[in-house]
């Protein structure tokens, strides 16, 4: 069921991707692109700039990862073969990576970027009354971020894709269930974190087929997989949601540091609820921040 009646279906945006962002700048901004006190606010917060959990040697696994075809590295996105090349250049682009440095670090200015970006388009698609489905693998981090869009985006009149429950497929005791419109998995007791394709195709199936998804990892690969427009929170050890970016896919990647505590992404609010004309750098709320523009085939 939706929280509101369905109106038109939002219109699709087809926005030039703006140049990748220069890697090794995380943390240290640049003589473009979103201004200084969001990016620092962002950095301060350990949501950009140097990571706090993911050095070189752990994203460099990431990337084999997804190469070798691992199942769960694909995050349930069928993007078929993939070289380490076409990966690292994928997060160069979505994220500000730097392949050479000793430290694993994410560009403020990519994650600037992408939310003036995800800003403009959930405010266009809430206009015109979109069907938005959101969820979280996070949610010890992420659920009250993706709580916070969920609210915004019914007070500009998008209707909500929601479920009371929705059971999962295989052995272990999960469901899905909906806390402040945004869908996580339990196993009746606690809320649980993962990272793979767990409850994706479930969670699309009880919701129906939404006009634009808020979500990470294995529900954002779901909903690539289903050709479904996406705004992904992804860190760097989620590769696969920057390939398919990379590869034209309706995929917008915003690149954050996924398990910080839920505070942390005050910094991520605070610029998603500024007006985009009024933000830090105007120019910086067009395109899409990632590759990939919204509506690419």
């Known amino acids: 069921m939706s929280r509101r009646p369905r109106r038109n279906r939002p219109p699709r945006l087809d926005l030039p991707s703006p140049p990748a962002p220069r890697p090794g700048s995380a943390g240290t901004g640049g003589s473009s692109g979103p201004g200084p006190s969001a990016r620092r606010a962002l950095v301060d917060a350990h949501v950009t700039g140097a990571h706090h959990r993911l050095g070189r040697d752990a994203v460099r696994h990431a990337i084999r ?41 994410i560009d403020p200015v990519a994650t600037c970027t992408a939310l003036r970006a995800a800003t403009v388009r959930l405010r266009e698609a809430s206009a015109a009354g979109a069907r938005i489905a959101l969820a979280t693998t996070r949610p010890a981090s992420l659920l009250g971020l993706a709580q916070w869009v969920a609210g915004d985006l019914a007070e500009r009149g998008a209707s909500l894709l929601v479920a009371d429950a929705a059971s999962l497929e295989g052995p272990a005791r999960r469901e899905l269930w909906w806390i402040g419109d945004v869908a996580v998995v339990t196993d009746g007791e606690s809320v649980l974190a993962h990272d793979a394709a767990v409850g994706g195709h479930d969670w699309l199936f009880a919701v129906g087929r939404p006009d634009l998804v808020v979500a990470d990892r294995g529900f954002a690969g779901a909903a690539v997989r289903a050709g479904i427009e996406t705004i992904a929170w992804a860190d760097l050890d989620a590769p696969a949601l920057s390939v398919a970016a990379a590869r034209g896919r309706p995929i917008l990647v915003v690149p954050v540091a996924e398990q910080r505590p839920a505070s942390a992404y005050d910094a991520v609010i605070r610029i998603l609820d ?21 509506g690419a085939a």
């Open 65 to 105: 990862t997804l190469t070798t075809g691992d199942r769960r590295a694909l995050l349930g996105a069928d993007l078929g073969p993939c070289g380490v090349d076409e990966v690292r250049a994928a997060l160069v682009k979505s994220h500000g990576w730097d392949p050479e440095s000793p430290r694993a670090a």
């Open 274 to 294: 500024e007006p985009p004309e009024d933000a830090d750098d105007p120019g910086a709320s067009r395109g899409t921040g990632s590759g990939g523009g919204f």
